[in-house]
């Protein structure tokens, strides 16, 4: 359970910030490129895969 929760918050972070730099016109080559409404589902992606990282590292120290 608790490598499937690194890897899903994992993941979730890492798409949330490909997503932020998308919507920020940072990262070029996309549909998302430019729209700032993809950098905020980036920030709540960004923040779930934090939040899991933090409640499966938790599950490891018990």
Do not use: D, E
């Amino acid at each position: 359970m608790r490598t499937f929760l690194f890897i899903l918050g994992g993941l979730l972070a890492l798409a949330g910030v490909t997503w932020i730099l998308q919507g920020l016109n940072i990262l070029p080559g996309s549909f998302m490129t430019g729209q700032l409404q993809w950098a905020a589902y980036g920030t709540v992606a960004l923040l779930v895969g934090v939040r899991v990282l933090v409640a499966a590292y938790k599950l490891r120290k018990r």
